[in-house]
DNA sequence: TGGCTCTGATGTGCTAGTATTTTAGCGGCG
DNA sequence: CGCCGCTAAAATACTAGCACATCAGAGCCA
């Protein structure tokens, strides 16, 4: 029996199950706390959780939907490789839906997103001034995050998080973040300026070469971690 | 007890039974065979289909992600009534995808994408001389499918699909799709001819023109069966 | 008559357990 | 020595069934 790295803290019993369990065994692949390739056994899961393996089931099904596990029929489930074209394909589909937003946006600016953005960044810098990078990443999720629902699309918010899985394990591989943080912040402020003053076109630009930033050191990455890369 | 519109043929008992309940009820519910607020019930179908109650629970869990049930605890379970935001947001998704793919394509278009692009449009437009509508249906989304194929998406093809339930639905509201048919036609040439030539922005306003004709007929068919929409 | 409470029926979420399928590992044969 | 087939272990897909949450509706009260 292998030991495993995962919290043991019990479940709410006043809460479903299977969301729970879902939502553990995510934190902890997307963590690296379980490393690609290593076998989820139902029943061994259901032991630690304390529960039956149907709620397993049902987390480990919703997971290899969202690419992070894999199901072999009738013998095996198995953390995924970080597989590369599903972290293309993701940054493509965020690439596409983020254009897409700050064009709609910038047709109509609202005063209401802009004060609301432009605060994003602001508090985005005081975090970087005292080194908080939770805080800073926090704050640039709710930064794009606000764009998708001005746009009325949060749901297409939720849909590019839940196929993000490989990007984020890429970036637990990858610690040194602060580096990049001024630049970041610089295509906030770009990006918000031109929303605000209704150059579509140039939005795009400047959300083009942010988004670029991400995508090449995904390349990047996965030259150095060739072990946990599936090519 | 309901009588229950679906066929009742058995299932395939060498392959899965979960996939293919799931299958059976997709088609039904987006052809409207099983109306907006049909009540599915488990044991119901379970018997129906001659299977146990898990296939279908995990059929009607994979529905529920996809919008086209909801589940409401530990009381019921039904098809979904059209939600015209999901129809928006699902369009927004396919429209912001197409977008970056024709621009991605037109920056280095590959001849032999355009020889098969050409040859759909050249099967659609005999395919429209025939008025066999569903052979033109099956081309127009061979067209597109092509597209994503090329750009290296091809996942992101499976996920708009996914997500395009609700306006599939509304389709099948809207038979008469036979007098747009000639501008559809239009449309794809015009797109094709302009990724051949290198103008992105040209692919860009003609797919543009393509989809908002789509949605267009989405929020027309909204105002005309409101008992089946969810406002 | 209108509104609140309680009860019963219904159905989901989960538990327990069976059966079929897959694959690792071993032994024999060419 | 290498390849093929067999065996057995193990995990998934499924079956059967229970328990608690939810809601419709009857009955009671104001």
Redesign the interface.
């Known amino acids: 029996m292998m030991r495993q790295p995962l919290p043991p803290a019990e479940l709410d019993r006043n809460r479903?199950a299977a969301p729970q369990v879902f939502e553990r065994l995510r934190d902890a692949i997307i963590s690296l706390a379980l490393a690609p390739g290593t076998v989820l056994s139902r029943a061994a899961l259901a032991q630690q959780y304390g529960v039956s393996q149907t709620p397993v089931r049902?987390a480990l099904?919703?997971l290899a939907?969202e690419g992070l596990v894999d199901i072999f029929?009738q013998h095996a489930t198995k953390v995924s490789q970080i597989n590369l074209?599903?972290a293309?394909?993701a940054h493509?589909?965020r690439?596409?839906?983020e254009?897409?937003?700050v064009r709609t946006l910038a047709e109509a600016p609202d005063p209401a997103l802009i004060q609301d953005l432009q605060a994003l960044v602001d508090e985005q810098r005081r975090a970087l001034e005292v080194n908080d990078l939770a805080r800073l990443s926090a704050l640039d999720q709710a930064f794009h995050q606000r764009q998708y629902v001005e746009?009325?699309?949060m749901?297409?918010w939720v849909?590019q998080r839940r196929?993000s899985g490989h990007i984020d394990r890429l970036r637990h591989l990858h610690l040194p973040l602060l580096g990049k943080a001024a630049t970041i912040l610089d295509d906030h402020q770009r990006i918000v300026d031109a929303i605000a003053s209704g150059r579509g076109e140039a939005a795009e630009t400047h959300l083009r070469r942010h988004l670029s930033g991400t995508l090449a050191r995904i390349e990047d990455l996965c030259q150095r971690f060739p072990d946990y890369v599936r090519r």
């Open positions: 479903h049902d099904m919703i939907e029929p074209l599903a293309r394909q493509f589909l690439r596409a839906l254009i897409e937003i746009a009325g699309v749901e297409l849909l196929h």
